[in-house]
C-alpha cells in the first residue's frame, strides 16, 4: 500500500532521461568535477568519452569555446592534466602568498649554518672567517687570553654565535681545527675530522628515530668545509689529495688558496689550473658538484663557480683610507690589497657562494646527499641504537 502510494505521489517526467544524465559519475570524475555551482560546469569536468559536444545527446557545449574561438579557461586533460599558469585560471588564487608565509616562519624561527675550517696554522683561518661576517665571530676572536701553540693532536673546537641582520637570525657555529698538518708525521691527521663529521651525522639520526623527538632537530651537522691551501704554487700536496679525497665523500668542500697576494696574478693562474688537473686526476669531489646541479640555469652559474676553484683570497678585519671611502685591505709596502675588490683577489666570489648565493644548497645537499648517504648505509648495515624518554636504549631496524 505504501508503495503505491509513493508511486502516486511522484510526477511522471514527460521525456526519458539521456545517457548522460544517466551516467554515474566515477571516483577520478568526482574529484574534477568538484565545485561546480548549479547550472555551471565545474572547472575540469569533461565530457565522456563518445557523449562530447556532439548533437543530438544533450550534452552542453564546451564552456571554453564560444563561436568556434577558444577563451580562457583551463585546458582539457584528466586527474593528470597539464600545468595551469597565470592566464589559465579563473581568477586570483592567492598561492603567491606562501612565500610571504615562508619568509614569516624563517625570520621567526632564525636557521643555522655550521662551518668548518680546515688547514694547517698561520693560513689565516681566523682571519677570513672574520672577514666573511664582518664580526669577530673566530674560536681566536673570542678568547681574549688566547695563546698560540702547536698542538701535538688534532682537536675539533667550536664556538657559536647569533647574527642578527635585518630582522634575520642566523645561528653560526664555526668548527677550527688546530694541529691538522702541523706535525713532522702527519699520518692519518684527518681521521679526527672524518670521525666529527660522521658523530654528528650520527646525532642527528638518533633524534630522528625517537619516539618522542623533538619539533624541531637541532642541526649540528657540517654544511661546509673551507680547505685551506698554501700559496706554494706548485701542486697539491699528499695531505691536501688525502684530506679532500676522503672528506670529499662526505661534506660539501670549498678549496681556497690563502694569502693569495704572495703569488702573482701568472703564478695564481697556473696554480690554479693545476690545482683543478690534480683535482680531477684523483677523483675528489668538490662543491659545486655537476651531478647535484637541478636545472640549466643552475648548472650555467655553477659552472662559473668550478672555473674559479680554487678561490684565491685574502682575508683582514682592518679597513683603511682608499680614494675617500674605508675599504678592507692589507697595506703593504707598494699599496693596498682590497678585499672585496675581485680585481685583487676572490674573497667576494667565495662570500658569494657560502653566504648570498648557495648557503640554502648546502644546507640541501647536506641533508639530501651526505646525510642522506650516511643514514642509508647505517640502517642496511643494521640495527640504530637510541636513548628512548627515559635514557633507555630503543632498537630500530628496518
Known amino acids: ?7 502516486e505521489k511522484t510526477p511522471k517526467d514527460p521525456s526519458p532521461l539521456s545517457e548522460e544524465q544517466q551516467h554515474v559519475p566515477q571516483r577520478g570524475e568526482l574529484a574534477l568535477q568538484t565545485g561546480g555551482s548549479e547550472g555551471q560546469p565545474a572547472v575540469g569536468a569533461l565530457p565522456q568519452e563518445g557523449q562530447g559536444g556532439q548533437e543530438g545527446q544533450g550534452s552542453s557545449p564546451d564552456p571554453r569555446v564560444e ?25 586570483y588564487v592567492g598561492i603567491e602568498a606562501v612565500l610571504d608565509q615562508m619568509r614569516r616562519k624563517t625570520m621567526k624561527a632564525g636557521f643555522e649554518f655550521n662551518i668548518m675550517v680546515v688547514g694547517q696554522s698561520g693560513l689565516g683561518k681566523s682571519t677570513l672567517v672574520n672577514t666573511l661576517f664582518k664580526s669577530k665571530v673566530s674560536r681566536k676572536s673570542c678568547s681574549p687570553n688566547y695563546e698560540e701553540k702547536i698542538s701535538k693532536t688534532v682537536q675539533l673546537q667550536s664556538v657559536s654565535h647569533v647574527i642578527e641582520e635585518k630582522g634575520v637570525r642566523m645561528k653560526l657555529t664555526v668548527i677550527d681545527t688546530p694541529g691538522f698538518g702541523d706535525q713532522i708525521n702527519n699520518d692519518r691527521c684527518w681521521e679526527p675530522v672524518v670521525k666529527h663529521v660522521n658523530e654528528q651525522y650520527e646525532k642527528y639520526l638518533k633524534e ?22 698554501p700559496a706554494s704554487g706548485h701542486w697539491l700536496r699528499p695531505i691536501d689529495v688525502e684530506f679532500m679525497k676522503r672528506l670529499g665523500k662526505i661534506v660539501s668542500i670549498v678549496p681556497v688558496i690563502a694569502k693569495a697576494d704572495t703569488l702573482t696574478l701568472e703564478e695564481r693562474t697556473e696554480f690554479k689550473q693545476r690545482i683543478r688537473q690534480d683535482l ?18 643552475e648548472r ?17 678585519d682592518r679597513e683603511h683610507q682608499v680614494n675617500g671611502h674605508r675599504v678592507l685591505g692589507r697595506k703593504t709596502k707598494w699599496g693596498i690589497v682590497e678585499v672585496e675588490n675581485v680585481a685583487h683577489c676572490e674573497f667576494a666570489n667565495l662570500r658569494d657562494l657560502l653566504i648570498r648565493s648557495h648557503l640554502e644548497d648546502l644546507k640541501q645537499v647536506t641533508h639530501d646527499v651526505h646525510y642522506e648517504t650516511y643514514r642509508v648505509q647505517r640502517l642496511t648495515a643494521g640495527a640504530v641504537h637510541q636513548g628512548g624518554p627515559n635514557g633507555s636504549d630503543l632498537e630500530s631496524h628496518l
Open 300 to 316: 650555467l652559474l655553477n659552472n662559473t663557480i668550478r672555473e674559479s676553484i680554487p678561490f684565491a683570497v685574502v682575508g683582514t
Open 67 to 91: 563561436g568556434g574561438a577558444e577563451t580562457r579557461g583551463p585546458p582539457p586533460g584528466g586527474p593528470q592534466g597539464g600545468v595551469l599558469r597565470g592566464p589559465d585560471l579563473l581568477g
Open 208 to 229: 630522528e628515530l625517537r619516539v618522542n623527538r623533538q619539533r624541531k632537530i637541532p642541526d649540528t651537522r657540517v654544511h661546509c668545509c673551507i680547505y685551506f691551501l
Open 280 to 297: 680531477v686526476a684523483n677523483g675528489i669531489q668538490v662543491y659545486p658538484q655537476k651531478e647535484n646541479d637541478e636545472d640549466a640555469e
Open 1 to 7: 500500500m505504501e508503495e503505491s502510494e509513493r508511486t
